[in-house]
């Protein structure tokens, strides 16, 4: 093997690897996200719910953008998050290192959530996952396989 070929080998290498950790630190920020974020608990409000309510407007609107941030809102919910993460790590490019990723909630009530009016999340969640970040980076990196 010559010494072009070992270098090559090593790039690729390498580029799958930062393909991985990205893919892994945007999976990772996108669960804790969704982990921290409220689902409407009618048994708190000052009125009675909407007849049939469910909880989960909030958590159905986290979105990822590749390049691009997304708008609008969407409809529904998704009281697990499950539907709305799976989404997220389908939307993840094989080919991840080099992009720019948003993780954006365009519910209208986002900036409250964010500001500390709800119960469930009374300092917030985006300020308190981007506080984590390193841990996260760190830990997806320590999971990639040698």
Not at 120 to 125: N, S, V
Request: proline content about 7%.
């Amino acid at each position: 093997m010559t010494f072009a070929l070992d270098l090559q080998k090593f790039a690729e290498k390498a580029k799958a690897k930062a393909d991985d950790a990205v893919g892994g630190i945007v999976v990772r920020v996108a669960a804790e996200l969704d982990r921290r974020s409220p689902v409407g608990d009618a048994t708190f409000w000052k009125s009675p719910p909407p007849k049939g309510y469910v909880g989960g407007h909030f958590r159905a609107n986290w979105r990822l953008g590749v390049d691009v941030m997304p708008q609008g809102e969407v409809a529904g919910v998704d009281p697990t998050g499950g539907r709305t993460q799976g989404a997220i790590i389908a939307g993840i490019p094989e080919q991840s290192a080099g992009k720019v990723y948003y993780l954006v909630n365009n519910a209208p009530y986002a900036l409250r959530i964010e500001d500390g009016r709800s119960r469930q999340a009374p300092t917030g969640l985006v300020g308190l996952t981007a506080m984590q970040f390193q841990k996260i980076v760190d830990d997806a990196v320590e999971a990639l396989p040698e």
